[in-house]
Nanobody
Framework: QVQLVESGGGLVQAGGSLRLSCAAS????????MSWYRQAPGKQRELVGT???????LYADSVKGRFTLSRDNAKNTMYLQMNSLEPEDTAVYYC??????????????WGQGTQVTVSS
């Protein structure tokens, strides 16, 4: 009932910037928290940051001051602006959102992931 499309990943040099987008579509009644996670090779998936429906944000310590979350509720879209990228930020980034649809109660949905590679 909910489809997530991520975009904006790619290859960038250390110190550079990227902007990820996550667009949700489907029979959505409401979207609560929206989050980005990432998973580096050989490591567990970790939370990068969360933004609530009211715009409140929470970030992992490793990205505070460098990454910024925002969302456009009218477009059901979330953005992750990543600045001052470091090689340690290299990972597959996944969008997750908690939504209620016209047919299902609150549930967490995941995107397919987008690769971010930061070269040194």
């Amino acid at each position: 009932q909910v489809q997530l499309v991520e975009s904006g990943g790619g290859l960038v040099q250390a110190g550079g910037s990227l902007r990820l987008s996550c667009a949700a579509s489907g029979t959505i009644s409401s979207i609560n928290a929206m989050s980005w996670y990432r998973q580096a090779p050989g490591k567990q998936r970790e939370l990068v940051g969360t933004i609530t429906s009211g715009g409140r944000t929470l970030y992992a310590d490793s990205v505070k001051g460098r990454f910024t979350l925002s969302r456009d509720n009218a477009k059901n879209t979330m953005y992750l602006q990543m600045n001052s990228l470091e090689p340690e930020d290299t990972a597959v980034y996944y969008c997750q959102l908690v939504a209620v649809t016209t047919q299902t109660p609150q549930y967490a949905y995941w995107g397919q992931g987008t690769q971010v590679t930061v070269s040194s």
